[in-house]
């Protein structure tokens, strides 16, 4: 399974799964969600499944006339379908249904929880057929199952992949292709299951991709939950105590020892060792039915525990070696234990107590009861998830969607680190401009100060016409040896000599302070740019300059040719950084 970029610049808003309006249910009232399946679609109100990876809804067969219920399409979610109330799935009814075939369907084999269901390809829509602002996806796999013990259809939440034998490659969760099509921002989702005895019925919240912030309290010490390393049983927690007060027992410890159980809102019940169903028995007066396998709860005890209103709490924490520090605890009222069974459990409604004995730690679970009561935030990106309290406030405030950004989005734009804030980034901002103005205003200044600098000893010192004239006729020549790189001292730094040798009568002091002057135009200046070095096709004659010990100290002088040195003639250019030569 791998998450993909996504297509979309702007990333998808979470969706928010619209509630029937209804409870639901042979084994309590439960607040279910509407679903769509097929072209036109078949609308059924179905429950979430914390563990399923697929869309599953009743079929025909699974009322059967003259046995169940006149109204048990009804009872078991199907709706209005054509004007008249739908029997349950019709694939013949539906333009988009490709078959895949028959097989079982293994969800909850470990509770022994069997069915067969038929399986296929069609289009669903998260919400309402007629709805337009329902989420649809096309090609989805839907189950078609009619045997009781999955008495309603099942939204899937889980993340779990289909493999078929008729089908080569394994195909992706519902929630994981709403991800990956970029319907939802992330493969994450928040869930709580509602509750009837709250308020005025409060009905289940259910948002993918993220999660109400109204619906629950944070955890006061706020850690999250890691998945299990087994992939069935992934939203696995720690149960280290189990506390009830103001039972038929007062404040009595239901647990002896921890124990690790699995959070599945598939089913209802809340699967126990039977030593701590033993307690519960004792603390609650319940009456185990061997038939069903339920707790029962007689009218007396019923009024007793409705008048004490008991209340339970569950410590849940993510490791048992850690209990002081990382942990979750989750109170019920007993008006969340409060449920009734009915058909196929029992003609006629009955209370009972939602606990079942476990048969080993295979079947340790906790099921849609615990969510009555909390809030579960799943993040299938970063393994981890939530369970915090759930709240009712009177009267419920208005939803406050909160986003679950994709990782991968998050880390490609604000890698491992959280976002720089708008302070942050108005003072790098400020400081980048302001180290801009400073490198500029150094430019213009140093290339200023260096131009005026180069002029300077271009120009040299102020010479009379006069001086120079005396100083070139007097000089005697020397053999001539040619030209010669000046040595040493860089191109653009020739030092100017402060004090000059004249001929006795004719010797003029020069102040570095004087204005520079244009030379003569007997200078002996070349009329190549500096970085040019000319050949000769003669060897002219040169002058030397006579330069006191004083001002020249040690340094050498380069020979300047006469002015039929600068003849026509080839030359080739020469870098001032190196001593590579490029031939024009």
């Not at 029997?87 to 079982?104: E, H, R, T």
Request: aromatic share 10%; glycine share 8%; charged share 15%.
């Amino acid at each position: 399974m791998h998450i993909s970029p996504r297509d979309t610049a702007v990333a998808p808003e979470p969706y928010v799964v619209p509630p029937s309006q209804a409870f639901d249910g042979n084994d309590g009232s439960w607040s279910t969600f509407k679903i769509s399946v097929g072209t036109p679609g078949q609308d059924f109100r179905v429950l979430p499944s914390t563990k399923s990876g697929v869309i599953q809804v009743v079929v025909p067969d699974g009322c059967q006339k003259g046995i169940d219920p006149s109204n048990c399409p009804q009872l078991r979610g199907a709706e209005v379908f054509n004007s008249a109330q739908n029997p349950g799935f019709q694939v013949s009814a539906s333009n988009s249904w490709s078959a895949i075939g028959q097989y079982d369907v293994d969800l909850e084999d470990a509770l022994n929880m069997t069915a067969r269901g038929l399986f296929g390809f069609d289009k669903i829509t998260l919400g309402p057929a007629a709805d337009s602002r329902s989420k649809s996806m096309e090609r989805q796999v839907v189950t078609g199952v009619a045997e009781l013990d999955y008495f309603m259809g099942l939204l899937p939440l889980g993340q779990a992949e289909q493999s078929f034998s008729s089908i080569g490659d394994s195909i992706d969760s519902m929630l994981y292709q709403l991800r990956n099509t970029s319907k939802i921002p992330s493969f994450s989702f928040g869930y709580t299951a509602g509750a009837k005895y709250r308020l005025k019925s409060v009905f289940g919240n259910l948002v993918l991709g993220g999660y109400d912030s109204t619906r629950f309290k944070p955890n006061d010490n706020d850690f999250s939950f890691t998945f299990s390393t087994d992939p069935s049983k992934l939203l696995t927690v720690g149960v280290d105590s189990i506390l009830a007060t103001n039972s038929l027992e007062g404040t009595y410890s239901l647990s002896s020892g921890a124990h690790f159980s699995v959070i599945d809102s598939t089913v209802p019940h809340l699967w126990l060792p039977i030593d701590i169903c033993t307690q519960f028995e004792r603390a609650f007066g319940l009456t185990y039915d061997p038939r069903t396998d339920l707790y029962l709860v007689n009218d007396t005890i019923h009024e007793q525990l409705v008048s004490k209103n008991p209340t339970l709490t569950l410590k849940l924490v993510n490791s048992l070696e850690n209990t002081a520090k990382n942990y979750a605890n989750i109170q019920l009222p007993y008006s969340a234990f409060d449920l009734q069974a009915s058909y196929p459990y029992y003609p006629n409604a009955t209370n009972y107590f939602p606990i079942r004995r476990a048969a080993n730690s295979t079947q340790y679970v906790l099921g849609r009861t615990l969510l009555q009561e909390a809030y579960l935030i799943v993040d299938y990106e970063r393994a981890n998830f939530t369970v915090a309290q759930a709240v009712f406030p009177d009267p419920l405030p208005a939803a406050k969607i909160v986003t679950i950004k994709s990782k991968l989005e998050q880390n490609s734009s604000s890698g491992s680190g959280p976002g720089l804030g708008t302070g942050a980034i108005v003072g790098i901002v400020i400081g980048v401009v302001a180290l801009l103005l400073v490198a500029i205003f150094a430019f213009f200044f140093f290339r200023r100060r260096r131009t005026k600098q180069q002029t300077y000893e271009l120009a040299n010192n102020q010479v009379s016409d006069a001086g120079s004239s005396r100083f070139l006729n007097s000089a005697a020549p020397m053999k001539t040896q040619g030209p010669s790189e000046l040595s040493g001292t860089p191109l653009t730094e020739l030092d100017s000599p402060q004090v000059a040798h004249y001929p006795p009568d004719q010797k003029l002091p020069v102040s570095i302070n004087d204005e520079p002057a244009e030379l003569h135009a007997e200078s002996r200046t070349p009329v190549t740019p500096r970085w040019q070095e000319v050949h000769l096709p003669l060897q002219p004659p040169s002058f030397p300059y006579d330069v006191d010990q004083v001002s020249s100290g040690s340094r050498s002088i380069s020979q300047v040719p006469s002015d039929d040195g600068y003849a026509t003639g080839s030359r080739s250019g020469v870098s001032p950084l190196t001593e590579h030569f490029r031939r024009e």
